[in-house]
């Protein structure tokens, strides 16, 4: 724990909030899905869907990864974040946003209330953006892990750019191609600019951390970060200007062999860890892990271009979004919350306790049982959507949306239980 250079960490109520309207969030998200019934299977350009996965991005993902990486800027920067009560005003303003952009969506609002919850929201990301910058700024390290997390922080503000011209268009109609086309490209900045090279910023520090892994191979991360940023740049600008099939698909290799070259890195990392017993968190971080070749898949499936109807190709293209978005970046976060957030709570309530008393251990704060229970269920969450989808049956999509939300009552139970833990009276030693 000496490693985690706590004497730099911030005050637990910059980070514990996130958590909580996170996991609120993965709540609410699994209602929606219950709630959108047969639209889930609609084309993925519909508002019901939006609603849904704005929540899942931004009420639950980004609001959980805000939190932690509050708390993990100290680790990956080796410096204090740069404004706390900066953090604690971008927590409110992100929160309104959201729920404005959730509410827009699903009520269809988006002439009117969906420009001002998008000019919101990208206001949360610039002051988020700024403080994360000014933190780096101060930094004495500069490795692979926080080139990733700056470049991924410049890819949000791209993402939440064309997020607000495209709410504008609604009003104003001023893009020349049609929504769908800026709505892919938005997409893509913000799954793979934004949340690939975070995951692989923060996951390159934290796994082998966990894993207790020594003497890996650095190299392979400078090549993945190169191949990613090659590869999105032409995408990008072949999606604006060229328009070619064959840019494309070269732009594609490259972003998935540079995930290769990651996940390579966290195989070694694998290999060479001492910790050989896997904890919960971890398993679910190694299911993640695993989960990025169902995407990698689908996605060259479809740029390969098989002769699908439309309706089949809107139920792939739903369950390539649902691939990233819960099979690998909701798989991790639930992971890595049972390995970062009792660490912040007992950090709290500890710290000043170690070597005087006996003190639980983090993962102590919680309960295995409760957390293994939704582990499986998840699993299950996540083998039944995918099948309703490419079957096309709603009763087994809505088991699945059912079995969400017990995951995310099972894990509000946990977070709250690590969050309100009252220190123990224990005997001195």
Known sequence: MNDL???????????VPHFIFGAISLFVLAVLIILADENIFGVYFNGKLLAITHMAVLGWAIMIVFGALYQLIPIVFE???????????????????????????????????????????????????FNVLFSYKNSVLKNNSSRFIITAVFWLLITGLLGVLMALNFKFNFFSEIHLHYLKIHATIGLIGWFSFLIIGVGSTLLPMFLISHKLNHKKLSISYYLMNSGLIGLIFNWFLLQLIIVTLVSWILIIVGILFF???????????????????MQYSMLAIGGVVVPIVISLIVLIGFNFNFELLSRITTLYGFSIIFGFITTLILGQTYKTLPFIIWLEKYKNLVGKTKTPLPRELYSEKV???????????????????????????????????????????????????????????
């Open 371 to 429: 957390a293994t229970i939704q582990f499986y269920i998840y699993l299950l969450f996540i083998l039944l959507i995918p099948i309703g989808l490419l079957l096309n049956n709603t009763i087994i999509v809505k088991v699945g949306s059912y079995a969400l939300l017990v995951v995310s009552i099972l894990y509000n139970i946990n977070v709250l239980k690590i969050i309100f833990h009252k220190v123990k009276n224990i005997e001195n030693e």
């Open 263 to 281: 996940l390579s890195f966290i195989y070694d990392s694998y290999k060479k860890r001492i910790r050989k017993k896997l904890d919960i968190g």
């Open 79 to 129: 410096t204090k974040l740069y404004s706390e009560k900066l953090a604690k005003f971008t927590f409110w303003s992100l929160v309104i946003s959201v729920l404005l952009l959730t509410y827009s969506f699903w009520e269809g609002a988006f002439s009117n209330l969906l420009v001002y919850a998008a000019l919101l929201m990208f206001f949360s990301l610039l002051l988020f953006a």
């Open 5 to 15: 250079k706590t004497n730099n960490a911030p005050h637990s109520s910059v980070v």
